[in-house]
């Protein structure tokens, strides 16, 4: 996954999700990230993050057909 981060202008930041689990009633992932090297970080969600993300891909066509078939995506 690609992320960008207010407060470090010009920096993307580039990983892939290396666990999933639930701590402290959150839904906690954490990334691994290749670039910049050796870095990590974590997200954590909670119900209602959680509920907000699945409703957002579900309201979205263009996201639906994206994770379904892979149609409309951009190249990485």
Request: proline residues 3%; aromatic residues 10%.
């Amino acid at each position: 996954m690609k992320m960008s981060v207010s407060g470090l202008e010009g920096v993307e930041l580039d990983g892939r999700i290396a666990r999933c689990r639930v701590a402290e009633g959150r839904v906690v992932f954490d990334i691994r990230l290749n670039l910049p090297v050796g870095w990590q970080a974590t997200a954590r969600l909670n119900r209602a993050d959680v509920w907000s993300f699945t409703w957002s891909l579900l309201s979205s066509p263009r996201a639906l057909l994206y994770l379904i078939f892979g149609i409309g995506g951009a190249k990485s």
